[in-house]
Every structure is written in C-alpha cells, then in structure tokens.
Nanobody, 126 residues
Framework: QVHLMESGGGSVQAGGSLRLSCAAS????????MGWFRQAPGKEREAVGL????????YVADSVKGRFTISQDNSKSTVYLQMNSLKPEDAAMYYC???????????????????WGQGTQVTVHS
C-alpha cells in the first residue's frame, strides 16, 4: 500500500501564493507518476499538474500555466505544487495522486491513478 500525505493548503488573498506538498510512503517504486488534481464544489475533478519520476513534467492545466509549478524531491518522495498569482477560481480541494504505471499514462486522466490523498483545501479571497 501507498500512503499520500498532503500539506500546505490554506486561505489567501487573490494574487497570493501557496505551496502544497505531498509526501509518499509505503510500497513505492522508483518509477512513478505523481501530481495534483482539484475539485471545486459542483465541478468535476480536474488535473492540475503531473510529474513523472526523473523530473519530467508531463501535464500542466492550461488554466494554471505560468502561475503554478510542479516539482519533486526524490530523496523525500515528495512532490510540490507552487501556486502563485492565485485567483478565486483556483479555490478547490486539492488532491495528491500517484500511480506506478508507464509514463504514457502520466496524463490528466484520473482513472490511471491508484492512490489518492485526503485532500487539502485552498481558499482564495477576492
């Protein structure tokens, strides 16, 4: 089993920044896909940013390009999401997700992801 622990959510003013962290533990493998999805009330869950082991960023949502950056620290089995210039529409529950399939499946499709964190809330005040 794999456990994902998120941290870093909170409440900020529009234009502010937050950094989310997701630490993986348990039966992890050297090749993995990890990243972030988000879901706002009444909306479908959407991929935000994904990264494959080795630092290859495989997906960034158009709505966050230029504002959000995904990165990893393999030594800590941790993935980060740096969120800058936050907008009210970025407010959502953010979920960390992971799988150990091939790189081609490190895409925005939630169905590929076998492991999910509990979620961390991001609130952006206008």
């Amino acid at each position: 089993q794999v456990h994902l622990m998120e941290s870093g959510g909170g409440s900020v003013q529009a234009g502010g920044s937050l950094r989310l962290s997701c630490a993986a533990s348990g039966n992890t493998y050297s090749s993995y896909c990890m990243g972030w999805f988000r879901q706002a009330p009444g909306k479908e869950r959407e991929a935000v940013g994904l990264i494959y082991s080795g630092g290859d960023v495989t997906y960034v949502a158009d709505s966050v390009k230029g504002r959000f950056t995904i990165s990893q620290d393999n030594s800590k089995s941790t993935v980060y999401l740096q969120m800058n210039s936050l907008k009210p529409e970025d407010a959502a529950m953010y979920y960390c997700a992971a799988h150990f399939r091939s790189r081609i499946t490190c895409s925005g499709a939630a169905a590929y992801f076998d492991y999910w964190g509990q979620g961390t809330q991001v609130t952006v005040h206008s």
